[in-house]
């Protein structure tokens, strides 16, 4: 069984880092893409990045590059977002996701993690 | 960036009825569609990929049509269970963008 678990939620001050974890199991984690996407609280979904575990290959949405680091170990089936300083407007739920392929998934999110509710606050 | 625009943003309905959210790309992105419900509370969940696939579980009450740029959910017949958010994504670029969503909720 795929699953993706996310790491508890945080509550941290302004200008503190931060580094959130998903681990993945019942899957090659190297041979997916595993994306990260934003929920700020009542609003949508926002597409941050993208990892390639098997080579830390990474793509970013431009509203989020540079704001945060997508990475992966592949050594422990595990991807993370981070923030070197965090501002109050990071305040949102974070969710990872698998990418599926092309032929079986159309390239869409097809497992999600479980969500990491991260809270900046003075 | 492509943009993803959905339409309605919010809608009432009643069980039984028949709904169709749509949803339009800012320029061509073949078939490369996909749609996601999220309840309240709960991670998003996929519904449909490539546009008109059906994901493995989910009821053949919902359905995805549409190339191009323009696209359609329709749910057959709303169930009690179908209240929830829905937001399409485009995977033919990155970055991969979503649409804003579209509430649907209880006449």
């Known amino acids: 069984e795929v699953q993706l678990v996310q790491s508890g939620a945080e509550v941290k001050k302004p200008g503190e880092s931060l580094k959130i974890s998903c681990k993945g199991s019942g899957y090659s984690f190297t041979t997916y893409w595993i994306g990260w996407v934003r929920q700020m609280p009542g609003k949508g979904l926002e597409w941050m990045g993208i990892v390639y575990p098997g080579d830390s290959d990474t793509r970013y949405s431009p509203s989020f590059q540079g704001q945060v680091t997508i990475s992966a170990d592949e050594s422990i089936n595990t991807a993370y977002l981070q923030w070197s300083s965090l501002k109050a407007s990071d305040t949102a739920m974070y969710y990872c996701a698998r990418q599926g392929t092309i032929a079986a998934a159309g390239s869409s999110f097809d497992y999600w993690g479980q969500g990491t509710l991260v809270t900046v606050s003075s | 960036d492509i943009q993803m625009t959905q339409s309605p943003s919010s809608l009432s309905a009643s069980v039984g009825d028949r709904v169709t959210i749509t949803c339009r790309a800012s320029?061509?992105?073949?078939?490369?569609l996909n749609w996601y419900q999220q309840k309240p509370g709960k991670a998003p969940n996929l519904l449909i990929y490539?546009?008109?696939s059906l994901q493995s579980g989910v009821p053949s009450r919902f359905s995805g049509s549409g190339s191009g740029t323009d696209f359609t959910l329709t749910i057959s017949s709303l169930q009690p269970e179908d209240f929830a958010a829905y937001y399409c994504q485009q995977s033919y670029s990155t970055p991969r963008t979503f649409g804003h969503g579209t509430t649907v909720e209880i006449k």
């Open positions: 320029q061509s992105i073949s078939n490369s």
């Open positions: 490539a546009a008109t």
